[in-house]
């Protein structure tokens, strides 16, 4: 592997002369490499207010939670007086079985059992292991990535992809508390995040800008640059940028994590590439994407329309382009977006409001947005790619968030019943993206599925651990308690068996319902 130290701002002069030093060491892998490949890192430190924002952006963090009609979102300071035990490394949750603390109830009005889980890693030393690359995996196709836990070599690896709009930040808490025990990857998709393309994907436009700053904005030129032709932001593109990054950086078969548009992009790859996959883990995942027809299944039905995302963009498509992006890209609306999807409000999400500001401002990122908005469908549809994990027997594990306005249940529920002996896991409350607003809960449950998977079965599932084999077909109710900022907080999570069904779960929550009311009752 060709490691280079990069140490260059996000989004300019990149045009720098790279000095490769061979590494002294490498593991053995079980996929041959397709070529040599150049690989960027550098190690980096999570600091708030240190992205590199203009002061007034920094200024705006402390107010856009207090403006008018909206909840403020509060910061987390650390993790102080953590109960060791939590953080001893022993990820298996353990019952707590005094009667004052098995309080809640289930939809059922049955008792829930608490379950202790471990918090996040404290970093009160400050250090992190988290490292910050870059992969070329085309001229001109620059991957960022980011990863942790290289010392842990023999650990299967893990591999996260993220939601529309986001990258690899979006999985710090990944990176950080798996990154101990597994080797962990997290990518930005093409087109977005840190994997915005380096250069001008179109030569500049010989006409008058549209609008004040049109020359900053990169692919609205004349003609498409020669490494660019045929570009276009895609599932299809996404799905064999993640194969490549398998068989050339990860170098074996990974367990794959996608939130958002990541769980459709790691279905899709899986379907189509089930030798590289030990497993799939869906975190709401959109069971859709893309409004035009397929090139490929539907070739016809394709040549209606004139444009599919490629470069440059069309002119109606820039001045409507340029309208969207300036409502869309607005700090209070990046700010609303983040409102929605986080279910928690107390939860800290300055960073990845900077990270999404910040990628925002970068000069590709209004064009490529048009790319993926207009790029067509990819060869399978959702429910193909899960059925055709389902045929390959590919281990796949479900976690939704509950309160998603989005990703509803009913999408999770739907996947449930079409592969019934997938183990699925409703975490309440939870929104959009529970990796990052319940990471200790998804980190759990993760762990826990893979050493099932591992292990071949003599370790059981999360919160499964003292049931008989038979409960595996019900559904089951747990309460997850943990450590955050000093203080214990708990999420409820419902664990959904084989034998669920959608009848089953609205009798369960209509006999809860007439049960209290009849409690109520004189």
């Given at each position: 592997?060709?490691?280079?130290?990069?140490?260059?701002?996000?989004?300019?002069?990149?045009?720098?002369?790279?000095?490769?030093?061979?590494?002294?060491?490498?593991?053995?892998?079980?996929?041959?490499?397709?070529?040599?490949?150049?690989?960027?890192?550098?190690?980096?430190?999570?600091?708030?207010?240190?992205?590199?924002?203009?002061?007034?952006?920094?200024?705006?963090?402390?107010?856009?939670?207090?403006?008018?009609?909206?909840?403020?979102?509060?910061?987390?300071?650390g993790f102080n007086n953590v109960d060791p035990k939590v953080l001893s490394g022993n990820y298996n949750g353990y019952v707590i079985g005094s009667e004052d603390?098995?309080?809640?109830?289930?939809?059922?009005?049955?008792?829930?059992?608490?379950?202790?889980?471990?918090?996040?890693?404290?970093?009160?030393?400050?250090?992190?292991?988290?490292?910050?690359?870059?992969?070329?995996?085309?001229?001109?196709?620059?991957?960022?990535?980011?990863?942790?836990?290289?010392?842990?070599?023999?650990?299967?690896?893990?591999?996260?992809?993220?939601?529309?709009?986001?990258?690899?930040?979006?999985?710090?808490?990944?990176?950080?508390?798996?990154?101990?025990?597994?080797?962990?990857?997290?990518?930005?998709?093409?087109?977005?995040?840190?994997?915005?393309?380096?250069?001008?994907?179109?030569?500049?436009?010989?006409?008058?800008?549209?609008?004040?700053?049109?020359?900053?904005?990169?692919?609205?030129?004349?003609?498409?640059?020669?490494?660019?032709?045929?570009?276009?932001?895609?599932?299809?593109?996404?799905?064999?940028?993640?194969?490549?990054?398998?068989?050339?950086?990860?170098?074996?078969?990974?367990?794959?994590?996608?939130?958002?548009?990541?769980?459709?992009?790691?279905?899709?790859?899986?379907?189509?590439?089930?030798?590289?996959?030990?497993?799939?883990?869906?975190?709401?995942?959109?069971?859709?994407?893309?409004?035009?027809?397929?090139?490929?299944?539907?070739?016809?039905?394709?040549?209606?329309?004139?444009?599919?995302?490629?470069?440059?963009?069309?002119?109606?498509?820039?001045?409507?382009?340029?309208?969207?992006?300036?409502?869309?890209?607005?700090?209070?609306?990046?700010?609303?977006?983040?409102?929605?999807?986080?279910?928690?409000?107390?939860?800290?999400?300055?960073?990845?409001?900077?990270?999404?500001?910040?990628?925002?401002?970068?000069?590709?990122?209004?064009?490529?947005?048009?790319?993926?908005?207009?790029?067509?469908?990819?060869?399978?549809?959702?429910?193909?790619?899960?059925?055709?994990?389902?045929?390959?027997?590919?281990?796949?594990?479900?976690?939704?968030?509950?309160?998603?306005?989005?990703?509803?249940?009913?999408?999770?529920?739907?996947?449930?019943?079409?592969?019934?002996?997938?183990?699925?896991?409703?975490?309440?409350?939870?929104?959009?993206?529970?990796?990052?607003?319940?990471?200790?809960?998804?980190?759990?449950?993760?762990?826990?599925?893979?050493?099932?998977?591992?292990?071949?079965?003599?370790?059981?599932?999360?919160?499964?651990?003292?049931?008989?084999?038979?409960?595996?077909?019900?559904?089951?109710?747990?309460?997850?308690?943990?450590?955050?900022?000093?203080?214990?907080?708990?999420?409820?999570?419902?664990?959904?068996?084989?034998?669920?069904?959608?009848?089953?779960?609205?009798?369960?929550?209509?006999?809860?319902?007439?049960?209290?009311?009849?409690?109520?009752?004189?």
């Open positions: 592997m060709e490691v280079i130290s990069y140490n260059s701002p996000r989004c300019c002069n990149f045009n720098r002369r790279l000095v490769v030093k061979k590494s002294s060491s490498r593991q053995q892998v079980k996929i041959p490499l397709c070529r040599k490949h150049r690989i960027l890192c550098t190690r980096v430190q999570f600091r708030s207010g240190s992205l590199g924002l203009p002061n007034k952006h920094h200024l705006f963090l402390k107010n856009v939670y207090h403006g008018k009609g909206s909840r403020p979102f509060k910061a987390l300071e603390e098995m309080g809640r109830m289930s939809e059922t009005g049955q008792s829930v059992t608490k379950v202790l889980i471990p918090g996040l890693p404290d970093e009160s030393n400050g250090e992190s292991r988290i490292s910050s690359c870059f992969w070329q995996w085309k001229p001109k196709f620059n991957v960022h990535y980011e990863k942790s836990g290289a010392e842990n070599v023999n650990s299967p690896p893990l591999l996260f992809l993220p939601g529309f709009g986001v990258g690899s930040f979006h999985y710090e808490n990944q990176l950080k508390d798996l990154g101990r025990e597994y080797r962990v990857w997290a990518i930005d998709f093409l087109g977005q995040g840190m994997s915005l393309p380096f250069e001008d994907p179109t030569s500049p436009s010989r006409e008058e800008g549209i609008t004040e700053g049109k020359d900053f904005l990169w692919g609205f030129g004349d003609k498409t640059e020669p490494w660019a032709n045929g570009l276009v932001y895609s599932m299809d593109l996404w799905r064999d940028q993640v194969r490549h990054f398998v068989e050339e950086v990860i170098g074996e078969p990974v367990y794959i994590v996608g939130n958002s548009l990541g769980g459709f992009v790691a279905l899709y790859f899986a379907a189509c590439n089930p030798q590289l996959v030990k497993g799939v883990t869906l975190l709401n995942a959109t069971p859709f994407w893309g409004f035009f027809p397929n090139p490929i299944k539907s070739p016809r039905l394709a040549r209606i329309f004139s444009w599919s995302g490629t470069f440059p963009l069309p002119e109606n498509v820039r001045k409507l382009t340029e309208f969207v992006w300036q409502k869309i890209s607005d700090p209070e609306s990046i700010a609303d977006v983040l409102r929605q999807v986080y279910a928690d409000h107390s939860v800290n999400v300055d960073k990845v409001f900077s990270h999404i500001l910040e990628t925002t401002q970068h000069p590709a990122a209004a064009a490529s947005f048009a790319s993926i908005m207009f790029a067509p469908q990819g060869e399978l549809s959702f429910r193909e790619a899960l059925s055709r994990c389902h045929m390959n027997n590919v281990p796949i594990c479900l976690m939704y968030g509950k309160e998603d306005p989005w990703v509803k249940p009913v999408w999770g529920r739907q996947v449930k019943k079409q592969v019934p002996e997938a183990p699925y896991y409703e975490i309440s409350p939870a929104g959009h993206c529970p990796h990052d607003e319940v990471p200790e809960v998804v980190n759990y449950l993760l762990r826990g599925w893979i050493k099932n998977l591992e292990s071949e079965g003599a370790v059981g599932l999360p919160l499964l651990d003292d049931m008989e084999m038979e409960s595996i077909q019900n559904n089951i109710t747990r309460d997850l308690e943990f450590v955050k900022e000093g203080s214990k907080k708990s999420v409820m999570v419902r664990f959904l068996g084989s034998k669920f069904s959608l009848w089953n779960l609205i009798k369960s929550s209509l006999k809860s319902r007439f049960g209290k009311l009849e409690t109520k009752s004189p």
